[in-house]
């Protein structure tokens, strides 16, 4: 519980007094919107951090000995020490109060899953260490891999912490809290999302704390509200939107919508080393972008390229 207490600390000093409150409908499992959830651990006007994520204080957890390939419908994984990675390949599971270590991914039609107060470490490895589709992420801490979450249909991260992905000395990985290379329905609500590991010499780092892209596929139906973007100069942007015309599907980005979220300020005045924001297109139907800004309250502008 050390390395927990010593999270939390480094994160309090990181967020430097922003302050946020968000609340979103939701359905475990599939990012559709239905009954209530919200975040009864974190305190008001505070982000997520190691402390307010994770494993609840005082579980007892027991080693896991169930598949590490889920096919059972409603499978339930609680208070478990889980040691392999987990492929989903089932409705409805649930993944609670639990760490793994190793990559947690679901992906097939009909397939989903709830991951919540949970631990789950990607480690070294060359992966994105929670993914793909039909997946409720609430009140997590998720580190390691190529990236945290990376997601292409139908999922609700909210209110975790995505941090330190994992690039080897010699790896040119290009590295991301959350990544999407093409999706929909999607929603990032209260996270705290950080790509934090340094740059190494093969230029192996991080590219954003999160990125939608075009390259397999156009991206429309995104929700990124109340996050905290933690600022690195060892990062090239904070956040990119989804536009770029040099990629196969970088101009059909649309009815991304971005509020109320809240960028930290690196000793360049910006949130990363080349700046803030980019590729994010205002004039794309149903594209919004209000309410976004620095710590220091200045509006943060977004840039198309």
């Given at each position: 519980?050390w390395?927990?207490?010593?999270?939390?600390?480094?994160?309090?000093?990181?967020?430097?007094?922003?302050?946020?409150?968000?609340?979103?409908?939701?359905?475990p499992?599939?990012?559709?919107?239905s009954?209530?959830?919200?975040?009864?651990r974190?305190k008001?006007?505070?982000?997520?951090?190691?402390a307010s994520?994770?494993?609840l204080d005082?579980?007892?957890?027991?080693?896991?000995?169930?598949?590490?390939?889920i096919k059972e419908?409603?499978t339930?994984?609680?208070?478990?020490?889980v040691?392999?990675?987990?492929?989903?390949?089932a409705?409805?599971v649930?993944?609670?109060?639990?760490?793994?270590?190793?990559?947690?991914k679901v992906?097939?039609?009909?397939?989903?899953?709830?991951?919540?107060?949970?631990?789950?470490?990607?480690?070294?490895a060359?992966?994105?260490t929670?993914?793909?589709?039909n997946?409720?992420?609430?009140?997590?801490?998720i580190v390691?891999?190529?990236?945290?979450?990376n997601?292409?249909?139908?999922c609700?991260?909210?209110?975790?912490?995505?941090?330190?992905p994992?690039?080897p000395?010699?790896?040119?990985?290009?590295?991301?809290?959350f990544?999407?290379?093409?999706?929909?329905?999607?929603?990032l609500?209260g996270n705290?999302l950080?790509?934090?590991?340094?740059t190494?010499?093969?230029?192996?780092?991080?590219?954003?704390n999160a990125?939608?892209?075009?390259?397999?596929?156009?991206?429309?139906?995104?929700t990124?509200?109340?996050?905290l973007?933690?600022?690195?100069?060892e990062m090239?942007?904070c956040?990119?939107?989804?536009?770029?015309?040099?990629?196969k599907f970088?101009?059909?980005?649309?009815?991304?919508?971005?509020v109320?979220?809240v960028?930290?300020r690196?000793?360049?005045?910006?949130?990363?080393?080349?700046?803030?924001?980019?590729?994010?297109?205002t004039k794309?139907?149903g594209?919004?972008?209000?309410?976004?800004?620095?710590v220091?309250?200045k509006?943060?502008?977004?840039?198309?390229?």
């Open positions: 519980m390395r927990k207490r010593l999270l939390a600390a480094l994160a309090t000093v990181l967020v430097g007094g922003a302050a946020a409150w968000w609340y979103v409908e939701s359905r499992g599939g990012g559709d919107t009954p209530n959830f919200t975040n009864t974190k008001a006007d505070v982000f997520p951090d190691a994520t994770g494993v005082g579980t007892s957890l027991r080693s896991y000995d169930g598949p590490c390939t419908s409603g339930v994984i609680e208070a478990s020490d040691r392999c990675p987990l492929l989903i390949q409705a409805d649930v993944i609670r109060n639990s760490k793994v270590t190793g990559s947690v992906e097939g039609k009909g397939h989903s899953l709830l991951i919540e107060d949970s631990d789950i470490d990607g480690g070294e060359f992966l994105h929670v993914g793909f589709e997946l409720t992420v609430l009140r997590s801490d390691g891999g190529q990236s945290a979450v997601c292409y249909l139908n609700v991260i909210q209110d975790s912490y995505l941090h330190n994992f690039v000395e010699g790896g040119d990985w290009h590295l991301n809290g990544l999407s290379n093409g999706g929909t329905n999607i929603k609500i705290t950080a790509c934090d590991r340094p190494n010499k093969a230029g192996g780092g991080c590219t954003s990125s939608i892209f075009g390259d397999l596929g156009p991206n429309s139906d995104y990124i509200q109340g996050n973007f933690v600022a690195s100069t090239s942007y956040f990119y939107g989804g536009y770029d015309a040099k990629k970088g101009t059909q980005s649309e009815r991304i919508v971005v109320d979220n960028f930290q690196g000793p360049n005045g910006e949130c990363a080393s080349f700046g803030t924001v980019t590729s994010f297109n794309a139907p594209n919004e972008w209000r309410g976004n800004r620095f220091d309250g509006a943060v502008e977004p840039s198309a390229s």
